[in-house]
Structure formats: C-alpha cells, structure tokens
Antibody
Framework: EVQLQQSGPELRRPGSSVKLSCKASGYSITDYLMHWVKHRPEHGLEWIGWIDPEDGETKYAQKFQSKATLTADTSSNTAYMQLSSLTSEDTATYFC????????????WGQGVMVTVSS | DIRMTQSPASLSASLGETVNIECLASEDIYSDLAWYQQKPGKSPQLLIYNANSLQNGVPSRFSGSGSGTQYSLKINSLQSEDVATYFCQQYNNYPLTFGSGTKLEIK
C-alpha cells in the first residue's frame, strides 16, 4: 500500500528555518516525482515545486525559488523540503504528493504537516 | 500564471441528487486538469485526471468533462460520504495551479 508519511507539526521563530520530511512506503521514490504543496485556508492551495529523486532534478514555482529547497534521500525513501527565512506568511499546512513521470497530477498525498511561525 | 476560477464556493444538495462543479481556466489548458476530493482532516484524493479519466477505485458516479478553458465535475446520486471539499488543478503550464475549492454539504 502506497503511503506518504509526513513529519509532525512544527513551531518556529521568524527568521529561522525548518526541514520537513515525507517518507514513502509501498513504492520506490525514484519511480515518481515528489511535489510539495502549501495550503492556507484564505489563500487556497499553492504548488511549491517538485523533485525527481532519481537524479535530484528540481523545478520550483518562481515565488518559492528562494524560499524552499527540495531534496531526497533514496536510501531512506524520503523526500525533504527546507523552508528558510521563515515569516508569518509561511504559516500553513504543507503536503507532499507524488506524480508519475511528467504527468503532474497527484495520485497520492501525504497527510500534511502544520508549520506555525510565531515569535 | 493560469488562474483557475472554481464555482460554486459552496453547495448544499440532497441525497440522491446530481451536482456539478465548474472550473474555468484563464487560458486553454488542453484537458490537463485533475479533480480532487478532500474530506475534513484527510489528505486530498485524486478523482479525475486528464479532464475525464476516472482514477482507479473511484466510484463511477463521479465523472469529469470539458475542454479548452471550461471543465466540470459531476457527481451523480449524491451519497453521504461525498461530503467534502472538491478542487480542480491544472497541470498544463507552470506553475501548477488550483481552484479555490467547493465545499459540498448534504441538505
């Protein structure tokens, strides 16, 4: 059974960074792209970018280019997203989600992780 | 960026009814459109991809249609378990973008 298990909720101070994890089971992460999506109730869903864990290739939405860094560890079948220089605008739920090849719809999603940025 | 305008924002319907949810893209997305269902406290589930292809395991009462800039999700014979938020997503062009969601309730 395919599962994407995300790490637990995070509370961070403004200006700090956070690294979120997304551990895949039931398949090899090298067979799919891994995407990250941001959700804030008042702003809806925003696509952040994807990583191809097979070769580390990444693609980012322009607005997240300097905010997010996507990496993957094939030995642990886990994808990561680091968010830097956190502000209150980064308070959101973040999802990982996979897509097959270069068809960019998501057949499995993680459960989401809440990141709260507050002083 | 391609803007996805989804309507209605909320919808209340009776069990057994048929409902339609619309997504209008700001430019032609060539059927590169997916629909998702998200139940409270759960992660989104893929219903439809390529505008009209039913994802494995999704009940056949869900269907998608459309082309160009206009797309719709149809739910036949509404069931209580269909209470959820539904949203569309285009994947024709970067950045991938989503509709704002439709909250479906049972009357």
């Amino acid at each position: 059974e395919v599962q994407l298990q995300q790490s637990g909720p995070e509370l961070r101070r403004p200006g700090s960074s956070v690294k979120l994890s997304c551990k895949a089971s039931g398949y090899s992460i090298t067979d799919y792209l891994m995407h990250w999506v941001k959700h804030r109730p008042e702003h809806g869903l925003e696509w952040i970018g994807w990583i191809d864990p097979e070769d580390g290739e990444t693609k980012y939405a322009q607005k997240f280019q300097s905010k997010a860094t996507l990496t993957a560890d094939t030995s642990s079948n886990t994808a990561y997203m680091q968010l830097s220089s956190l502000t209150s605008e980064d308070t959101a739920t973040y999802f990982c989600a996979r897509s097959y090849g270069y068809t960019y719809y998501f057949d499995y999603w993680g459960q989401g992780v809440m990141v709260t940025v507050s002083s | 960026d391609i803007r996805m305008t989804q309507s209605p924002a909320s919808l209340s319907a009776s069990l057994g009814e048929t409902v339609n949810i619309e997504c209008l893209a700001s430019e032609d997305i060539y059927s590169d459109l997916a629909w998702y269902q998200q139940k409270p406290g759960k992660s989104p589930q893929l219903l439809i991809y390529n505008a009209n292809s039913l994802q494995n395991g999704v009940p056949s009462r869900f269907s998608g249609s459309g082309s160009g800039t206009q797309y719709s999700l149809k739910i036949n014979s509404l069931q209580s378990e269909d209470v959820a938020t539904y949203f569309c997503q285009q994947y024709n062009n970067y950045p991938l973008t989503f509709g704002s969601g439709t909250k479906l309730e049972i009357k």
